[in-house]
């Protein structure tokens, strides 16, 4: 299959050298020999002397332990030691430990005592922080007007348009599929997530899954259950053709089972090597016949999996943790099954194999998350890469986990400040993120500056500056 220039392309790029690598996942356009490129403001001279000293650094890609805090519960001695281990673990600065007052003794923390202990846990947050881990496994939830997850609270503040009363819309997160590595920085708001595990035993070895799944780039397998229960599997339409999307992506399979009909089962059952499990019922059975990789998520739609410690009679989302998976999420109220409220498996998947830590990739996956808490591990990253621009002879070579599908990315040059930038070459990611190689020609001996274009952090829809050289 021979590809063509889009019409969207300008048209003075019509002599470009369109070369096919990975069809149809990735397009590069490069210009000219040593420098050629098109842009707005003119052309650069394909015959002028390469610049082989002009390079950048690529962007960071994802959360790191500088950005989160961790919240500990002042005098509990399980947060405390939960906080201690898991600081040393993953190397939190000291600075980064906020101690506060709370009540552990309830499940629930009131409107009025909450707002107390937000201001408390904003005035000692070091302004660099981007996200926060709370350490306590109560309360879990914040009452007021209506019920808030107590994670969505932090990010958030309590605010009765992020839980609204039962089955109704509430409002949107704007961190939701977003390119941001830095929330708190894009979006004016810190994602959360509470560690959840009832001991110390059980939160250190959820601390070490965590920790040992860093940039292990597992082969792992991914299930998308819709099961019997119809109402809890409203996500099915977002399951069935991930499995061909997937196909041949470096280790990750995923499969879809649907027992709509009763024909197959609505469980996994001796299943090992198990990355992602996402499904719909009250109790999900079998689940200590299940082995999860390191770094796995997992979790069902229900109305109570975050209504701690019991679920309100369904099964709570601890017991996925308690199963061996990396971060779950779960329902403080009833949400009534408005998939928005839930997490999104393709959006999830795609942004934690571009390298987003499982905190960004779960909390990025649910458009409405003000009735969800999130729980687990959340500096998890098993897809850990760093983005490089290196010169390969007479050309640039990127490497880069990171494209977002369906965007377009650039790399520029100019002259001067002053000066329109020239774009080198122009990619584009069609179905999927894939790790890759991709290469551009060098800029012109003339050239000042570089810059790496792509989706702006903010608002993914928009093109924005991902990276400039001096």
């Known amino acids: ?33 040593g ?17 082989t000293q002009l390079t950048l650094t690529l962007p960071v890609q994802a959360l790191a332990a500088n950005d989160l805090a961790v919240i500990v519960a002042k005098g509990d001695a399980l947060s405390e030691a939960v906080a201690s281990y898991y600081q040393t ?82 409002a949107s997160s704007a961190y939701f599929d977003s390119e941001s590595a830095k929330p708190w920085t894009d979006h004016a708001m810190r994602p959360s997530m509470m560690l959840g595990s009832k001991t110390l035993v059980a939160a250190k070895a ?27 599997s409203v996500r099915y339409t977002d399951y069935h053709n991930l499995p061909s999307l997937w196909s041949g992506s470096g280790g990750v399979s995923l499969s879809y089972i649907d027992n709509a009909w009763g024909s197959a089962s609505n469980s996994l059952v001796g299943k090992s090597n198990v990355l992602f499990y996402f499904t719909g019922l009250v109790s999900v059975p079998n689940l200590s016949s299940v082995s999860f990789r390191p770094g796995a998520a997992a979790d069902h739609l229900t109305s109570f999996g975050g209504y701690l410690p019991g679920g309100n009679g369904q099964m709570p989302s601890t017991a996925w943790l308690d199963a061996g998976a990396t971060a779950s999420y779960g329902a403080v109220a ?19 194999f571009r390298g987003d830590t499982l905190m960004e990739a779960y909390w ?89 274009v792509g989706p702006c952090a903010a608002n993914a829809s928009q093109q924005c500056t991902l990276a400039a050289s001096g």
């Open 1 to 33: 299959m021979t590809p063509t220039v889009p019409a969207f392309w300008p048209s003075h790029w019509a002599n470009c050298r369109l070369t096919r690598l990975m069809w149809p996942l990735v397009l590069l356009l490069s210009c000219g020999g």
């Open 35 to 51: 420098g050629g490129g098109g842009s707005a403001g003119g052309s650069a001279g394909g015959s002028a002397a390469s610049n």
């Open 89 to 170: 673990a993953r190397g939190i600065a000291a600075s980064n430990i906020i101690r506060v007052s709370v009540n552990t003794a309830s499940d629930t923390i009131s409107a009025a005592d909450f707002a107390a202990l937000k201001a408390e846990v904003d005035a000692k947050l070091p302004a660099n922080v981007q996200a926060t881990l709370v350490t306590w496994g109560a309360p879990s939830r914040v009452a007021g007007s209506c019920t808030m997850s107590l994670t969505s609270a932090m990010a958030f503040g309590f605010s009765p348009q992020f839980c609204a009363n039962t089955c109704e819309v509430t």
């Open 206 to 232: 959820l601390i070490d899954r965590g920790v040992q799944a860093d940039a292990s780039f597992p082969t792992g397998d991914g299930y998308l259950l819709r099961t019997t229960d119809e109402p809890r």
């Open 334 to 352: 009833e949400p009534c099954n408005f998939t928005q409220k839930f997490s999104q498996a393709s959006i999830l998947i795609d942004h934690y």
């Open 364 to 452: 990025k996956s649910v458009q409405w998350p003000g009735q969800g808490l999130f729980l687990g591990e959340p500096l998890a990253r098993p897809f850990r890469a760093t983005q490089l621009l290196t010169i390969s002879g007479d050309r640039y070579e990127i490497s880069t986990r990171a494209m977002r599908p369906n965007s377009t990315y650039a790399l520029e040059y100019r002259t001067a400040v002053s000066s329109n930038w020239v774009v080198l070459a122009s990619f584009k990611v069609l179905l999927r993120a894939q790790a890759q190689t991709v290469t551009a020609p060098l800029a012109p001996a003339g050239a000042t500056q570089l810059r790496w």
